[in-house]
């Protein structure tokens, strides 16, 4: 193994300028590849708040890991400017979604790597000089290897920089798993390979997370609820650490039985991607649910004092008048229901409500680029131009699409209205 006493690697975590605040979801993935690196005798550091203007100050890095999300990319190019700019020889990386989905148009750009995959294995690669390593690195982690990593650097005083809460109660983001079998064709995790965290490593996270402090948890990943199973187990480890909790959960798995181990293992609100109120459009985009299930999730999750917020996206293929009519019907029958919670609060369900952006690596964004003509969705404005971001400040969201029925005005003020007539029903 080559010499790395001399290696100093800076992870950068980009802000979100656009958001309300950028300061509420630590960044699980460079917590990670920070505890990788320092368990590796890498001298690392994480930078959440780069000083671009300032670039003398970082003279010491000798490799720089940028994390970007296609929203940052704006960010991430201007950083790698500037620091190959005064530093010429440093070493620049960018991995994340934005390089996995966007590598052609990183490639465009002078980063030394392109990291599309894990960034541990790729990571350590760069950092120890390995010889024969392309530009552009896919080092795929299995989930057995995965599962020996160490956990992410949770240091009370970086993590109290981030704050979000459940119900009044401070939480922090775990992990139990990576990857998503379903095959939505809006989103760029479709069809993913799945790899899961243990319920003992699962435990451990908890652990540490209450060591920092906090007592309560939101776990972050789309596959918690993947199946009665997997929740019984993660159930039966969370029970044993006293803490509530928030998950994402799925219409088509949710049942009584599940909802019951999740609330009797503190979960207090779950998160689903219910999508459309119409069922024209959840066929369209291949959700693999029905309506009818969408309703049967909320009533389910209500009965067992389960608050449940729904995801709502505007603008999705084949959206006319009447498919937006379905969809207020089901945001009034979501928004409509009170009850007290298991903490004793009056709390009501909530809903959030976006504009469909068309990523690549979509299967609708691949159909429209290769003029398929599949779908009833047509660009306004060049998405790749935009910040890519589905919800800003204020709610605020970008529109680059229109369907045959609503212009792209249209879209933006149905995302609009929808927020303002159906939030004012919601209880925080």
């Known amino acids: 193994m080559p010499d790395t006493t001399k290696t100093k690697l800076l992870l950068i975590s980009l802000r979100d300028p656009f958001l309300d605040n950028d300061r509420v979801m630590p960044p699980l993935g460079i917590m990670s590849l920070h505890a990788y690196a ?29 994390s970007c999300m296609t929203p ?60 024969g390593l392309t530009r552009v690195l896919d080092m795929p982690i299995s989930q057995e290897e995965m599962n020996k990593m160490p956990l992410p650097y949770r240091e009370p005083r970086f993590l109290n920089q981030y704050n979000y809460y459940i119900q009044g109660i401070k939480a922090t983001t775990v992990l139990t798993g990576k990857g998503c079998p379903m095959s939505c064709r809006f989103c760029e995790d479709a069809r993913t390979k799945v790899r899961l965290y243990t319920s003992e490593n699962v435990g451990r996270q908890i652990v540490q997370a209450k060591e ?101 996206v505007v603008g999705l293929p084949g959206e006319n008048w009447e498919t937006i009519e379905e969809t207020q019907r089901f945001l009034d029958f979501l928004t409509s229901k009170r009850f007290v919670n298991s903490l004793g609060k009056e709390v009501s369900n909530d809903f959030d409500a976006t504009i469909y952006f068309p990523y690549k690596g979509t299967q609708i964004r691949d159909s429209i680029d290769q003029k398929k003509n599949e779908f009833d969705l047509c660009f306004t404005n060049d998405p790749d131009s935009f910040n890519g971001f589905y919800k800003g400040k204020d709610g605020e969201a970008e529109t680059t699409i229109r369907t045959s029925a609503l212009s792209s005005n249209d879209i933006k003020t149905i995302q609009k209205d929808l927020l303002l007539k159906f939030k004012k029903n919601v209880i925080c």
């Open 38 to 66: 320092l368990q590796n005798g890498i001298d690392s550091t994480i930078e959440n708040n780069f000083d671009i203007n300032g670039i003398e100050k970082y003279h010491e890095f000798t490799h720089f890991g940028i």
């Open 72 to 131: 940052e990319k704006k960010d991430a190019y201007a950083i790698l400017h500037s620091v190959k700019k005064i530093f010429p020889k440093k070493i620049v990386i960018i991995g994340g979604p934005h390089a996995r989905h966007y590598p052609d148009d990183c490639l465009k750009e002078p980063f030394d790597y392109v990291v599309t995959g894990d960034g541990e294995i790729a990571l350590m690669s760069i950092l120890s000089g390995a010889q």
């Open 212 to 312: 920092a402090g906090y007592k309560g948890i939101m776990f972050f990943d789309d596959i918690f609820t993947v199946s009665i199973k997997r929740v019984s187990e993660l159930a039966g480890e969370i029970a044993k650490h006293n803490v509530i909790y928030r998950c994402f959960g799925h219409a088509t798995s949710m049942s009584d039985d599940m909802a019951k181990s999740l609330a009797d293992s503190g979960c207090i609100e779950t998160g689903f991607g219910a999508e459309s109120g119409s069922q024209k459009i959840l066929n369209i985009v291949n959700k693999k649910t029905t309506v009818a299930q969408n309703y049967k999730f909320v009533e389910i999750c209500n009965r067992h004092l389960i608050k449940v917020k729904a995801f709502i």
